[in-house]
């Protein structure tokens, strides 16, 4: 569910380029049933060499991760494609605000194609860039902008990362966002507030976990309310104010499964994304990134029982390398990122033999001033100081 308030579109038919989802694929798809798509997909990847860079996300289906050059969160994924200028071609399995962000930071002879441009991210929809704006008007209106750092999250679009960028914001991940609230604070002196997008989870848990900030210190901004829904005087006595978005899949965890896998299962550990609601994350033993999560569940000895509560494509994952270890997922529900697992071995099957005809299909551009802009809300985050906290 989300609160995006467009009509829906039918996946992979109509329409919105300004949006994170649901854009026509113009392809002649091969058919999922096709026994020859892994041939087909390893023929094509092998025919472009080192011109093609495949980059899997974390959450991305097995069947498509099988032929990723390297995986990853998306900061990581993002990295790891800057650092291979050779490749002409970085094709980005993942969703469309992680294609927007490779392209950011690699050169202008690298072409970034996301194999399905449905795959969007509904949070990263949360925050449009007319509501961003029209916020920032109101906060002016009601006399505290001038005291207001706005900070996003990695899943955001880039227009949301150039808003940052041109008003004195930053850029965060998962595993950075304590140390850049920390940088955020100290921008306006005692009186400084953040405006924490477009994940109200991920801002309210640092915030209150991490920095030790009250729950009555956050507001969350409502977009779709006039005036964000809150009144001049609750703005003003606000630290944070959080941006009214939530992934769709980590918001499905709830604390009383916790408690029942706790009553089921001896000596369980819980751990979690920090874009779960914030009663979950107290629940949980620990917290971070899907990197953190890797390391830690790498790193636990033999026989110990971990309940995960991240994108059910990575659990499956991580209980099938480890099977001296009793891995579940923390949903009671089959629950994928419907967005990420558009993008199947058809997708990319076509999208590489395509690439091996010479065309490109499916591109990921970002206009000059936007990547100008973003970029500068990028540089700020890779120039905070070295802690990060949950990896
Ligand atoms: S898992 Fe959540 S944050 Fe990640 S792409 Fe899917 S909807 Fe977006």
Request: with cysteine.
């Amino acid at each position: 569910m989300t609160t995006v308030d467009l009509p829906l579109l039918p996946l992979g038919r109509g329409t919105d380029p300004l949006s994170e989802r649901g854009v026509e694929c113009p392809g002649d798809l091969p058919a999922a049933s096709d026994p020859d798509l892994v041939a087909r997909a390893r023929a094509a990847k092998e025919a472009l060499g080192d011109r093609v860079f495949v980059l899997g996300h974390h959450y991305q289906r097995d069947e498509v991760i099988q032929f990723a050059d390297v995986t990853g969160d998306s900061f990581k994924l993002a990295r790891d494609a800057a650092a291979r200028p050779e490749a002409e071609f970085i094709v980005f399995c993942g969703v469309h605000f992680m294609a927007e962000s490779a392209d950011i930071l690699t050169g202008p002879h690298q072409r970034v194609v996301l194999p399905d441009l449905a795959a969007g991210c509904s949070m990263a929809d949360m925050a449009r860039i007319a509501q961003v704006e029209k916020a920032w008007e109101a906060l002016a209106e009601a006399g505290v902008r001038d005291q207001v750092v706005p900070v996003t999250y990695m899943n955001s679009s880039a227009a949301i990362k150039a808003f940052c960028g041109r008003n004195g914001g930053v850029v965060c991940t998962s595993s950075n966002a304590e140390v850049a609230l920390e940088w955020a604070f100290a921008q306006k002196g005692p009186d400084t507030k953040v405006l924490f997008l477009p994940d109200q989870h991920l801002g309210r848990n640092t915030a209150v976990l991490d920095l030790g900030y009250s729950l009555d210190d956050c507001v969350v901004w409502n977009p779709h309310k006039p005036g964000g829904g809150l009144t001049a005087e609750e703005l003003r006595d606000a630290k944070v104010i959080l941006w009214k978005g939530h992934c769709s899949v980590h918001g499905r965890f709830s604390p009383d499964v916790i408690d029942d896998l706790r009553a089921k299962i001896p000596d369980l550990n819980v751990i979690v994304h920090p874009e779960c609601r914030h009663e979950v994350v107290l629940k949980a033993d620990h917290v971070g990134s899907t990197e953190h999560i890797i390391k830690t569940i790498e790193a636990a000895p033999a026989g110990s029982s971990w309940a995960i509560g991240t994108e059910l494509n990575l659990v499956q994952r991580l209980a099938n390398a480890h099977p001296d270890k009793n891995i579940v997922f923390l949903d009671r529900n089959v629950c994928y990122c419907s967005t990420m697992n558009r993008i199947d071995l058809p997708h990319l099957v076509w999208a590489m033999e395509s690439l091996v005809e010479g065309v490109v299909v499916n591109q990921i551009e970002v206009d000059p001033q936007t990547e100008q802009e973003a970029l500068v809300a990028l540089q700020r985050m890779l120039d905070l100081p070295g802690k990060s906290h949950r990896d």
